[in-house]
């Protein structure tokens, strides 16, 4: 095994571009402002690697010396009518999927709206969507629109599963209950494949499993999946599924998007709203005035993608590609946000979730019902599942007493110490060690600059 596998005091590629201190504006002494900052947000946003550096470059310097003719005679063979495929074969790999499944495409939102005109066909018994409460905004909205274009209540249409009351995730079994229940009114099940506040992996085996058996639609949003967990889209029968490529992908700010249809909905389900890169390329430039879909997934392509944005998610792939895609990156992985689960859970100022009142949890904090800032010393506690295969790379932590500034005041001293998480309002802050680039030290790390921001709350509140 090589060294870089068993020793996670090293990074496992040298490719990314970690900002240092100094870059990010810390306030630390001057003799380590050079020093690469912890940067556990790739959650957000991954960094910028070399390879993708370069080859957005070579992809400039094409554009200044073949201008249109990049689109067909390309000095690297990456020609620019074809551009796509260079990636799709790995994006397949990653979400267990044939090549012909996916397509390298548009945005997470626009890609979830094609999805959904082309797979929620509700009816007068058949017309609920099934999703996780507070998912993502961005999904809510284009579920909500969805739901009205078709003449629905969104408030009537759409069915948002919480957690019980004191609990911050969803069970599996209350998932798949639900569902056997509710089916015959479900025309969509549609979840995130990992939740961006709580950092839960939903079943999504299980959850595919048991809307198909009800009769449903199953889809999914993998925003907070994709390059972070394992997954096998076509062997679990998944109808559909959308992402971005900016976050574990590390694609850049704003990355080019994805999808994937499973092959079984090829010779029954067309695009909707075509355009004309999801025609045939064999005719494409003839330009014929009738729509001639590919088959599968890139048949619902609309415009040509930027080859900007695809070479930039390239040059990641291909270091995914290189250190042995998912499984050895997944290994890595689990010991990492295990190795930074167990030094934050040593801190004097953590709180077992156990202990955390019910009240607090579901009145305070999930639904922020309640602005009125709680009384108590500050603490903080862990949302994300203590099972490791209920979760991906990211840890969520929510801090206390609810609705104070304590998230806010940790977050700010943690940004000034070099550490770089996000927060996630009301109370949480997410850090994410991602296999490719983190390291044990950045765990280490970021536990103790935690630590020294509270002592640092708790010598001001004296």
Same mark, same amino acid.
């Given at each position: 095994?090589?060294? @870089?596998?068993?020793?996670?005091d090293?990074?496992l590629?040298?490719?990314?571009?970690?900002?240092?201190?100094?870059?990010?504006?810390?306030?630390?002494?001057?003799?380590?402002?050079?020093?690469?900052?912890?940067?556990?947000?790739?959650?957000?946003?991954?960094?910028?690697?070399?390879?993708s550096?370069?080859?957005? @470059?070579?992809?400039?310097?094409?554009?200044?010396?073949?201008?249109?003719?990049? $689109?067909?005679?390309?000095?690297?063979?990456?020609?620019?009518?074809?551009?796509?495929?260079?990636?799709?074969?790995?994006?397949?790999?990653?979400?267990?999927?044939?090549?012909?499944?996916?397509?390298?495409?548009?945005?997470?939102?626009?890609?979830?709206?094609?999805?959904?005109a082309?797979?929620?066909?509700?009816?007068?018994?058949?017309?609920?969507?099934?999703?996780?409460?507070?998912?993502?905004p961005?999904?809510?909205?284009?579920?909500?629109?969805?739901a009205?274009? $078709?003449?629905?209540?969104?408030n009537e249409?759409?069915?948002?599963?919480?957690?019980?009351?004191?609990?911050?995730t969803?069970?599996?079994?209350?998932?798949?209950?639900?569902?056997?229940?509710?089916?015959?009114?479900?025309?969509l099940?549609?979840?995130?494949?990992?939740?961006y506040?709580?950092?839960?992996?939903?079943?999504?085996?299980?959850?595919?499993?048991?809307?198909? +058996?009800?009769?449903?639609?199953?889809?999914?949003?993998?925003? $907070?999946?994709?390059?972070?967990?394992?997954?096998?889209l076509?062997?679990w029968?998944?109808?559909?599924?959308?992402?971005?490529s900016?976050?574990?992908?590390?694609? *850049?700010?704003?990355?080019i998007? *994805?999808?994937?249809?499973?092959?079984?909905w090829?010779?029954?389900?067309?695009?909707q709203?075509?355009?004309?890169?999801? $025609?045939?390329?064999?005719?494409?430039?003839?330009?014929?005035?009738?729509?001639?879909?590919?088959?599968?997934? @890139?048949?619902?392509?609309?415009?040509?993608p930027?080859?900007?944005?695809?070479?930039?998610?390239?040059?990641?792939?291909?270091?995914?590609k290189?250190?042995?895609m998912?499984?050895?990156?997944?290994?890595?992985?689990?010991?990492?946000?295990?190795?930074l689960?167990?030094?934050?859970?040593?801190?004097?100022?953590?709180? /077992?979730?156990n202990?955390?009142?019910?009240?607090?949890?579901l009145?305070?904090?999930?639904?922020?019902?309640? *602005?009125? +800032?709680?009384?108590?010393?500050?603490r903080?506690?862990?949302?994300?599942?203590?099972?490791?295969?209920?979760?991906?790379?990211?840890?969520?932590?929510?801090?206390?007493? /609810?609705?104070?500034?304590?998230?806010?005041?940790?977050?700010?001293?943690?940004?000034?110490?070099?550490?770089?998480?996000?927060?996630?309002?009301?109370?949480?802050?997410?850090?994410?060690?991602?296999?490719?680039?983190n390291?044990?030290?950045?765990c280490?790390?970021? +536990?103790?600059?935690?630590e020294?921001?509270?002592?640092?709350?708790?010598?001001?509140?004296?």
């Open positions: 095994m090589p060294l @870089q596998w068993s020793d996670l090293t990074m590629s040298r490719e990314f571009i970690i900002p240092s201190n100094q870059d990010i504006g810390t306030k630390i002494p001057k003799e380590i402002a050079d020093q690469k900052c912890t940067y556990l947000c790739g959650n957000s946003l991954g960094p910028l690697n070399k390879r550096k370069a080859l957005l @470059q070579e992809e400039l310097n094409v554009w200044g010396t073949r201008a249109v003719e990049g $689109h067909f005679a390309h000095p690297y063979g990456r020609e620019w009518m074809n551009i796509a495929d260079t990636v799709t074969p790995l994006l397949a790999e990653l979400v267990g999927a044939s090549e012909k499944e996916v397509a390298c495409m548009g945005t997470l939102t626009a890609n979830l709206h094609l999805m959904m082309a797979f929620y066909k509700p009816t007068a018994q058949r017309f609920k969507i099934l999703c996780e409460g507070r998912a993502f961005s999904d809510q909205y284009a579920f909500a629109s969805q009205r274009l $078709h003449g629905y209540d969104p249409a759409i069915m948002e599963m919480c957690p019980r009351q004191g609990e911050f969803l069970r599996e079994s209350d998932i798949v209950d639900l569902i056997v229940k509710e089916g015959h009114s479900i025309s099940v549609i979840f995130s494949g990992v939740q506040y709580t950092g839960q992996w939903f079943p999504m085996k299980a959850i595919t499993t048991a809307a198909k +058996a009800q009769g449903c639609v199953c889809g999914w949003d993998l925003a $907070h999946a994709i390059g972070n967990v394992p997954m096998a076509h062997d029968d998944v109808d559909f599924a959308v992402w971005c900016y976050k574990y992908l590390n694609s *850049g700010p704003g990355g998007g *994805g999808l994937f249809v499973h092959e079984k090829e010779n029954s389900l067309l695009p709203f075509a355009g004309w890169w999801g $025609h045939d390329p064999a005719t494409r430039f003839a330009m014929p005035p009738r729509f001639s879909a590919i088959p599968g997934a @890139q048949g619902f392509q609309q415009s040509n930027s080859v900007l944005a695809t070479v930039s998610l390239l040059g990641s792939l291909q270091i995914f290189e250190v042995g998912m499984a050895p990156l997944r290994k890595r992985s689990l010991r990492l946000t295990s190795e689960e167990m030094r934050l859970m040593k801190s004097r100022f953590y709180v /077992p979730i202990e955390v009142s019910a009240q607090c949890l009145q305070d904090v999930m639904n922020g019902e309640d *602005g009125t +800032a709680q009384q108590g010393q500050p903080f506690t862990i949302i994300t599942p203590r099972n490791p295969e209920s979760r991906g790379s990211q840890l969520s932590l929510l801090f206390l007493p /609810p609705n104070s500034d304590v998230m806010d005041r940790v977050f700010r001293a943690l940004s000034a110490m070099g550490v770089v998480g996000d927060e996630r309002r009301p109370d949480v802050i997410r850090l994410t060690p991602a296999p490719l680039y390291t044990l030290g950045d280490e790390r970021a +536990a103790s600059c935690l020294e921001a509270f002592e640092g709350l708790t010598k001001a509140n004296l």
